[in-house]
């Protein structure tokens, strides 16, 4: 079945740094990927839809300049987390849909990073 | 909008007991309606779906029948185990919605010998 990769699954850094994300369709192509936020025990919040070839559409109250998305090929799509700080600290998780944004199709999931700002 | 409500969790059943999550939703058109489970620091898998009104998706034993009069997708299993136990999220995606999904809030499900 269709399978997105992330990585890295966890990462532990220093307030003030930069962290990258990377998601990957690995059997499929995605023209669109989801970025979401999960805090503890709650439910996801959709961050942004990553467009391949063109600007991510962000959600509302989202920081653009914060959380910089690419996707730059039609099999990766990338979150940075800007100059990172504690209060970013929380669970990611990206998801794929195979096909070329048609509705109605169940999206898959990568299994998610656990981002820790010291 | 477009919203989804679970009933408020944690679940906890003894291992073969009878399972009911209760999801109801609000959108327009419509919509697909999904359940997916998510196991401890892993992301969400999907369980099952359903795409029409009366569709019944069903996947390891789990079932949901999509019900446009109620406008509900109630997760059922008949004996449940306890490598169930998982946080299990229902959503929609509504007509014309560009794929994004909109969850509920989660139901945890704690299955105990």
């Not at chain 2, 446009?68 to 997760?75: A, N």
């Not at chain 2, 169930?84 to 007509?95: H, Q």
Request: with cysteine.
């Amino acid at each position: 079945g269709a399978v997105v990769s992330q990585h890295p699954s966890r990462v532990i850094c220093k307030s003030g740094t930069s962290v990258k994300i990377e998601c990957r369709s690995l059997d499929f192509q995605a023209t669109t990927m989801f970025w979401y936020r999960q805090f503890p025990k709650q439910s996801l919040m959709l961050m942004a839809t990553s467009n391949e070839g063109s600007k991510a559409t962000y959600e509302q109250g989202v920081e653009k300049d914060k959380f910089l998305i690419n996707h730059a090929s039609l099999t990766l799509s990338t979150l940075t987390v800007t100059s990172a700080h504690p209060e970013d600290s929380s669970f990611y998780i990206c998801s794929a849909s195979p096909g070329t944004g048609l509705s109605n199709q169940p999206q898959h999931f990568g299994d998610g990073t656990r981002l820790s700002i010291l | 909008g477009n919203s989804v409500t679970q009933m408020e969790g944690p679940v906890t059943l003894s291992e073969e007991a009878f399972l009911t999550i209760n999801c109801t939703y609000t959108a327009t058109g419509y919509p697909s309606l999904f359940w997916y489970v998510q196991y401890p620091g892993e992301g969400l898998q999907l369980l099952l779906k359903a795409t029409k009104a009366d569709d019944k998706g069903s996947n390891k034993g789990f079932e949901a029948t999509y019900r446009k009069e109620t406008t509900s997708f109630h997760l059922e299993k008949g004996s449940v185990q306890v490598s169930d136990s998982a946080v299990y999220f229902c959503a929609l995606i509504s007509t014309g919605g560009g794929n994004k999904l909109t969850f509920g809030t989660g139901t945890q499900l704690k299955v105990e010998l």
